[in-house]
């Protein structure tokens, strides 16, 4: 019976899912023998994990989950959101409504479509700080409407599994060492969502809404693409959202040479790119 439902390379990212999970519990469970030390060392490798599994992770399990079996998509929902410290199937709806509306800018009324729009809350019709965008993104709105479309797609049994999964995990974090959750989860899930918020706003910062092949900002780095399960080909992505994440290349052909928006640097440096 076939395991994977696109491609054996989904392995990879699944790998990294488990061993920030691995990694969460052990810290949890070892807290009172960690020194400062230690803490100082292993924060930025769950940061980074964290920033991993949302960015590219569960990015690409949301448009093409990994499984042949429907059972094992459903159950690796609910594990993950342990890691993600909110219902993944959430994140799901959340990130469609961003799909289906391309970052677009406020219309008459002054508001946005898209609830994760750079430029929702950005000035004079321009997109909003990158500071202010990453530090208030995890508490804006959006979420209400992705739980009413997760009930209407009748997805409310994975959603309530999704929350109790989520809820026992770290009820589990606190049984073991509430100064853990307190001292290292939050502040990684936090600064976590942070970097997401980062990724997506470089991912579309200089890009023009309006325009169907260059609404979003691509980099085409070889290693970047390659340690990145090629997250960026994010115009490409945009274009075909469906498609799984080792096709996007395939894309870049389609592309008017001229129109396209690129970065020299991921999205995370994309600040150094003078555009």
Known sequence: MAIWKHSRRDAFPLLVTLVQLSLNIWIAATWGDRTIFQLVLLWPAALFLFWYNTGVATHNFLHTPWFAAGCANRTYGAINSVNLGLPQILY????????????????????????????????????EAALSYCARG??????????REAIRKGDGGQLWLEVAVCGLGLAGYAFLSWQYLGGFFLPTFYFGWCLAHLE??????????????????SHYGRLY??????????QEHHLRPQWHWTRRPKLRGELPEGGRVASRFPPLLAFLDRR
């Open 200 to 217: 997506n706003y470089y991912e579309h910062f200089g890009a023009f809404p309006e325009a169907r092949s260059a609404n979003s900002v």
């Open 225 to 234: 693409n390659l340690l990145f399960c090629n997250e960026g080909y994010h």
């Open 138 to 147: 995890l508490f804006r709105g959006g979420t209400f409407a992705a739980y």
């Open 92 to 127: 799901r709806y959340h990130h469609l409504n961003h799909h289906r509306y391309e970052n677009d800018r406020p219309g008459p009324d002054g508001r946005t479509q898209d609830h994760s729009s750079t430029f929702a809350f950005g000035k004079t019709g321009g997109h």
